[in-house]
Every structure is written in structure tokens, then in C-alpha cells.
């Protein structure tokens, strides 16, 4: 039991990580250069920030701003 508290406590650490991210609302373009973003990468995308991040990642949120 304790390996799966550590597990959920590192997986809600990520979500807090990854929404705090989200909410800076910055192109990824700004966001990549930050030293915790490739770590945060590499240790994973929460299932339910994935799209959102994505998106973020190849501009596509950039690009629609433009569009319209």
C-alpha cells in the first residue's frame, strides 16, 4: 500500500505540475525552455491533460487563435 500512496501522490504532484502549466496559458515555444518542462515530459502526461498539452505542443492552439 504504500508504493501505490507514493504513486498517487506523485501522479496528483504531476496534475498540479501540468495544470499550473496550462493555466500560464504561454505558447510552448516559451514553456519548452523551462528546465522542468523536459523532466515533466519525460515522467508523463496525465491521461486528462494530454490533448490540451498536445495541442499546446505542436502550436495548434497558436494557429487557431489566427484563424478565426
Request: net charge positive.
Amino acid at each position: 500500500q504504500n508504493s501505490v500512496e507514493s504513486n498517487l501522490k506523485q501522479e496528483e504532484s504531476l496534475e498540479l505540475e501540468w495544470t499550473s502549466i496550462l493555466e500560464e496559458n504561454k505558447p510552448w515555444e516559451e514553456l519548452k525552455g523551462k528546465s522542468n518542462i523536459r523532466s515533466l515530459v519525460r515522467q508523463g502526461i496525465p491521461w486528462k491533460f494530454r490533448g490540451k498539452i498536445w495541442t499546446k505542443m505542436l502550436g495548434a492552439d497558436e494557429k487557431r487563435k489566427y484563424s478565426t
